[in-house]
């Protein structure tokens, strides 16, 4: 079993910033990549941004360029640095561990939610 728990969402205005933090504990050993999600009112639950073993990054189009993901291994903290906010990126953002072998992220945070005010 993983354990992970968002923190440091809230109310931004247009173009400010936010770092989401996520602590992951439990069973570590097999997690491969850690994902952050987000899920907007009426919207599907779409990856933003992912960090895998060996420090390799994804982002999708909207996250390019203004997300950073990042980890801190000694505090077993995964970090979303976000900046330049919108009100588009107005969602529940949630971070979920990847296993070795599987092909769906198994382990999900409660979520944090960020609003952007325009």
């Known amino acids: 079993q993983v354990q992970l728990v968002e923190s440091g969402g809230g109310l931004v205005q247009t173009g400010g910033s936010l770092r989401l933090s996520c602590v992951a504990s439990?069973?570590?050993?097999?997690?491969?990549?850690v994902g952050w999600h987000r899920q907007a009112p009426g919207k599907r639950r779409e990856l933003v941004a992912s960090?895998?073993?060996?420090?390799?990054?994804f982002y999708s189009d909207s996250a390019l360029g203004r997300f950073t993901v990042s980890r801190d291994a000694v505090k077993n903290t995964v970090y979303l640095q976000m900046s330049n906010l919108s009100p588009e990126d107005t969602a529940v953002y949630y971070c979920?561990?990847?296993?070795?072998?599987?092909?769906?992220?198994?382990?999900w945070g409660q979520g944090t939610q960020v609003t952007v005010s325009s």
């Open positions: 979920a561990a990847l296993e070795i072998g599987s092909r769906q992220y198994g382990y």
């Open positions: 439990g069973r570590l050993q097999n997690v491969y990549a």
């Open positions: 960090i895998r073993r060996g420090e390799h990054t």
